[in-house]
């Protein structure tokens, strides 16, 4: 039978919690969802990835690959609160869908595999929340699979992850004899019977007394380290009262400063009522989180989660339909209703709402309002894209958008006949609008259409959702690395002169610039791979004109003199300079500082960028030798080998360029048994210098 643990809340806001679950490809993320959404009382039948059945991987390509595409919305009750989940990728390839849904979620469920623990992709969701400072409970999964192990799990939560992970249930049963999980907490146990859909709960068993009895010791000591009031009452008593211990793991999740962990084997049904639970003890309501930040002008406003302030949400997904446009909103304060007229705040736009969807998945109903920590969709907004700012007209703010990342392959893309043309671009303006990590660029010199995106899987998703939407015929060229060059060795006391008389005011411009590399994350603009600089004494160079030749300078970086490609990595030092009575301006300077850095470019060391991709490759043993033999014909750096019960898993940095194609070519030289997972790590050094 299912007990409630918890006191249902008075105040609407306090009874909502918006989370996303967060993990690596095919820990089973789209399960966890579809067993909470079944506990729920949300569908009434259990979905199955395998058999294409699931709610949330409603889209066909996903139904197809048998993995999360698209962050899907659903929403649910639990004990009296609602939930609003997203679903979210665990490809490398589709980052930028949980950076999105991270910015608009106020806690998270990190999934693990319990056999392989923390793998790439995890550490990289993991990172992502920390930078948005989102509060995480982990769920280890898959603990009925052979090797599964809680307490290794643990650990690598502990030492890939840098966090301290504290585990609040200890298994009953191991691997196919996993029935169910002690609670630390309660001290009781809770097991699940095969083919049933609640647990039921009784005395710890007599094997495992000990056992829980020593967890929860560790656990107690563990918790009155972190937390102040926990340990004036361990140091009273020598242990934690179970109030206590929740509060305190409570305020210890949502300050970030610990994790608690829970299991359990999300397709075997078991876990999951325990994981609910704490979802609602542990993390955040609307209420919990600071007031969102925005800014109106230069000044700085806050926006608290309540339905009676002005309006203000940010949306941060747009699905394009042949039907329509369906935006997805979180609300973060005030009320807005059917009919209502929003402004998009960052083009002083208005919008008119025409209906508010609650969304569960691929299914939508209709609500008339919603409030202060809803995330709805809304039909009728004609040009809200990703990241833009809808607020009450008579209370203008804008929010922060979400961050997107530069893309790194592109890919020629062409209507297979030439009336399809005009489709083909119309499909591109619309998927581009959905997904803003993909850009659409017309190559100059080519004139070709080039699409670009953050993997071979994104652009090969892309190209097949346009086929199938717009039913077109795509000729799709073969992909294209986004090289950059950089300065190896400067130059310094670069001297240009602009000169230009053609009658009338002249333009006039002396600039002398010194160029040298610059290391990262030094210095201003560090990041974004160029600084700028100026120690010109004296006036001799007025400030607005300096501000130009900034501006000159970053023009001049769009193209580098080994083959086009975009230059980083580059500090640019103003030294002296002169101007004219007359003819020198903003535009002459803009101008000299844009042909003086190309100057000096061209006389500088370049050296030519590739991106580079982190592989980790999982094969059987009597394989490793053909993959590492591979790994060095695709110019791969091998940095790791461990052993894994009949498998070998290897760690390699490779340029991305290589890795096109590998996927069918592991699968032939592990007679299909290999399997490999790829992150961007950053740029390397390219033995030799393509064109553009």
């Keep these: 039978m299912r007990t409630e643990l918890h006191r249902r809340p008075t105040s609407p806001l306090t009874a909502v919690r918006n989370l996303g679950i967060l993990a690596h490809v095919d820990a089973g993320k789209t399960t966890v969802t579809e067993r909470i959404l079944y506990l729920t009382g949300a569908v009434h039948k259990r979905g199955e990835v395998h058999d294409g059945t699931t709610v949330t991987d409603f889209d066909p390509q996903e139904r197809d690959r048998g993995i999360t595409i698209f962050a899907a919305a659903v929403s649910c009750s639990w004990d009296g609160h609602r939930i609003n989940l997203l ?3 665990g490809h490398v390839d589709f980052s930028d869908e949980v950076e999105r849904s991270l910015r608009v979620l106020d806690g998270a469920v990190a999934v693990f595999d319990a056999v392989a623990g923390v793998e790439p992709q995890s550490e990289s969701v993991w990172r992502q929340a920390d930078r948005h400072g989102v509060p995480r409970i982990a769920f280890v999964n898959k603990l009925d699979r052979a090797g599964a192990d809680l307490d290794t799990a643990v650990a690598s939560i502990r030492d890939r992850l840098h966090t301290v992970p504290l585990a609040v249930q200890l298994p009953i049963g191991a691997e196919d004899g996993f029935t169910g999980v002690v609670d630390l907490l309660r001290m009781r146990a809770l097991v699940w019977a095969d083919g049933a859909d609640g647990f039921e709960e009784g005395a710890v068993p007599e094997e495992l007394r000990a056992e829980a009895l020593r967890r929860r010791r560790l656990l107690d000591e563990a918790v009155a380290e972190l937390h102040p009031a926990a340990l004036e009452e361990f140091c009273a008593g020598a242990s934690l009262s179970e109030r206590t211990l929740r509060g305190a793991l409570r305020d210890l999740t949502r300050t970030g400063e610990a994790v608690v962990v829970l299991c359990g084997s999300a397709y075997r049904n078991r876990g999951i009522e325990p994981l609910l639970e704490a979802v609602v003890a542990y993390l955040p ?17 806050e926006r608290a989660a309540d ?7 940010l949306v941060f997904k747009v699905n394009s339909t042949a039907t329509g446009r369906l935006t997805f909103l979180r609300v973060y304060s005030g009320t807005v209703r059917k009919g209502d007229t929003v402004l998009d705040a960052a083009v002083r736009r208005h919008e008119r709402v025409g209906r508010i969807l609650r969304v569960q998945a691929g299914r939508h109903t209709d609500v008339d309002t919603a409030v202060a920590g809803d995330i709805v969709a809304v039909i009728g907004l004609k040009a809200a894209r990703a990241g833009a700012t809808l607020c009450a007209p008579s209370a ?12 790194v392959v592109s890919v020629a893309v062409e209507a297979r006949r030439s009336t399809d043309t005009e489709r ?14 993909l850009t659409v660029r017309t190559d100059p010199e080519t004139g070709q259409t080039v699409l670009s995106g953050m993997g071979e899987l994104h652009l090969e998703v892309a190209v097949e959702k346009i086929r199938r939407a717009h039913e077109l015929e795509i000729g799709v060229g073969r992909p294209q690395v986004a090289y950059r060059e950089t300065v190896a060795r400067g130059v310094s006391g670069l001297v240009y002169r602009h000169v230009k008389q053609d009658g009338g005011a002249g333009q006039f411009a002396h600039v002398v610039l010194d160029v040298e590399p610059l290391e990262a994350g030094d210095g201003d603009g560090g990041e974004a791979g160029f600084a700028f600089r100026s120690t010109v004494v004296g006036g001799r160079v007025p400030q607005e004109y300096v501000r130009a030749v900034e501006a000159g300078c970053r023009d001049a970086l769009a193209e580098g003199p080994l083959g086009g490609h975009p230059v980083t990595g580059v500090r640019v030092t103003l030294t002296d300079g002169a101007t004219h009575s007359k ?6 300077f803009r101008t000299a500082g844009r042909f003086a850095l190309r100057e000096a470019l061209r006389a500088s060391a370049m050296v030519l960028l590739e991106p580079v991709a982190e592989v980790t490759v999982t094969v059987p043993d009597d394989a490793v030798g053909g993959v590492l033999g591979d790994l060095a014909a695709r110019r791969g750096r091998v940095s790791g080998q461990t052993a894994r019960s009949g498998t070998a898993v290897l760690t390699a940095t490779v340029p991305l360029a290589e890795l096109f194609g590998y996927a ?6 592990t007679q299909g048994r290999g399997t490999f997972t790829s992150r961007p790590t950053g740029y390397a050094p390219a033995p030799v210098a393509p064109g553009p």
């Design 583 to 588: 003819d020198s301006s903003e535009m002459a």
């Design 396 to 407: 203008p703010l804008v929010l922060e958008p979400p961050s997107a990342a530069a893309p």
């Design 87 to 89: 679903d979210t990728p």
């Design 424 to 437: 083909l671009v119309t499909a591109l303006t619309r998927i581009v609008e959905e997904d803003p990590s």
């Design 307 to 313: 339905p009676s302030a002005p309006f203000a949400a």
């Design 285 to 301: 309501s609307p209420l919990d989180v600071p007031p969102v930040r925005g800014t109106l002008g230069d000044a700085v406003q």
């Design 664 to 669: 069918t070519r592991l699968r032939s030289r």
